[in-house]
């Protein structure tokens, strides 16, 4: 079945634009996560949701991030005012989010450079 | 708060070499343990799990014990292949009895093969 996609794949932007990044996860996957993988900072949690929910947004590094997921499906990551240091790889996973079946799938992430 | 520490590479090995991955985790609580492998050009894949002390994760010719006693989880492999070319991350899941399954991972392990 299809996995995790993720749009765009890559995404160049001058800084101080905002971007959107869109997940769309594997069907009937209720849990769903965002992270970062950078140069300098490796694998890093942004943030979780469960169904359209975000109990846990603790990764997100400024207000400028945001996340929202819609219908239990899709999601979208929005920077706002982009800085250099935003410019990494950013990953979503999706999971059936029961405690007998917790596996993340990755999608193949979002490039994003901030010139 | 939970942390994983893995050796950090390079590592360059011949075909057909033994490989140890050296990995050790901090965490409060129970934690899953998982081995994550990014081949060139793709996302991030499952290799292996183990959700408990002495529990061994097996696949595609490596394994990793879930190791209590001393807090690690190596990941090994009789007999590397070309194929095998890869960044290798360790990883703990520690949902304290939630549903945030949220992933840690250390640094990364670049391994190159060579025939």
């Known amino acids: 079945g299809a996995g995790v996609s993720q749009s765009p794949s890559n995404k160049v932007t001058e800084k101080g634009k905002d971007v959107e990044l869109r997940c769309d996860p594997i069907s009937g996957h209720t849990a769903l996560y965002w992270y970062r993988q950078s140069l300098g900072q490796g694998l890093e949690f942004l943030i979780y949701f469960q169904g359209n929910s975000a109990p846990d947004k603790s990764g997100l590094p400024s207000d400028r991030f945001s996340a929202e997921r819609t219908g239990g499906s899709v999601s979208t990551l929005t920077i706002q005012r982009t800085q250099q240091e935003d410019s990494a790889v950013y990953l979503c996973?999706?999971?059936?989010?029961?405690?007998?079946?917790?596996?993340?799938?990755f999608g193949p992430g979002t490039r994003l450079t901030v010139t | 708060g939970d942390s994983v520490t893995q050796m950090e590479g390079p590592v360059t090995l011949s075909e057909e070499a033994f490989l140890t991955i050296n990995c050790t985790y901090t965490a409060t609580g129970y934690p899953s343990l998982f081995w994550y492998v990014q081949y060139p050009g793709e996302g991030l894949q499952l290799l292996l799990k183990?959700?408990?002390?002495?529990d061994k994760g097996s696949n595609k010719g490596f394994e990793a014990t879930y190791r209590k006693e001393t807090t690690s989880f190596h990941l090994e492999k009789g007999s590397v292949q070309v194929s095998d070319s890869a960044v290798y991350f360790c990883a703990l899941s520690d949902s304290r009895g939630g549903s945030n399954y949220k992933l840690t991972f250390g640094k990364g392990t670049l391994l190159t093969v060579n025939p």
């Open positions: 996973a999706s999971s059936p989010g029961r405690r007998t079946s917790y596996e993340q799938y």
């Open positions: 183990a959700t408990k002390a002495d």
